[in-house]
């Protein structure tokens, strides 16, 4: 390999750190309510110039759907590393799913800015985190460790619907079971 071709793939990785260091500064600006959520404090957090951020991302809405769809991506993998008994991962993923839906909140917020509720990278997102997780909901209900006549619909919805509760979320330590998971389970999953 002569060196001109190294050239070129040093430049892909030399882009590719930098496309890291955009989404990762990208997160920690819509994280901070305090700080202003442009294009230009994203460039400055990630330490690049507003020609690159805008080379991998022409637009906000696009940094955001790429922002968004990496947490999907993150939580749709998360249900194929879970372990223990059926109901188990099932519980796991759930909880996997509550802080999902806290870390997300910010960006769809923000999205929803630029679109609309109906704008398909919501609709696709919430068909892959369904099939993520339909087959954690069909194990622990053979296994008889969830109720049968139970859909993933509603169970997301319940751990939504706990995990919006004020403060729970924001108050239980990752490594403990968040108070809500005991309510949320009672007939529903055996925790």
């Known amino acids: 390999m002569s060196s001109s071709d190294a050239e070129p793939q ?49 637009g906000r809405r696009e940094l955001l759907e790429t922002l968004f769809a990496g947490e999907v991506d993150d939580l749709c993998h998360a249900a194929e590393k879970v372990s223990g008994s059926p109901g188990e991962a099932l519980v796991s993923w759930l909880r996997r799913f509550a802080l999902f839906h806290h870390s997300k909140h910010p960006i769809a917020a923000e999205l929803l800015r630029h679109t609309d509720a109906a704008d398909p990278v919501f609709g696709s997102s919430r068909d892959r985190v369904l ?3 339909r087959p954690l909901l069909v194990a622990a209900q053979q296994a008889h460790q969830v109720r049968g006549d139970l859909g993933l619909d509603q169970v997301l919805d319940l751990v939504l619907a706990a995990a919006t509760i004020r403060g729970e979320l924001a108050t239980s330590n990752r490594s403990s079971r968040p108070r809500w998971t005991g309510c949320a389970g009672d007939g529903t999953v055996d925790w």
Do not use: H, K, Q
């Open 131 to 133: 099939a993520a997780g």
């Open 10 to 58: 040093r430049r892909r990785s030399d882009a590719e750190r930098n496309r890291d260091r955009i989404l990762i500064a990208a997160r920690e600006v819509l994280a901070d309510r305090a700080a202003e959520v442009s294009m230009a404090e994203v460039a400055r957090r990630a330490g690049v110039g507003m020609a690159t951020l805008y080379r991998d991302f022409p």
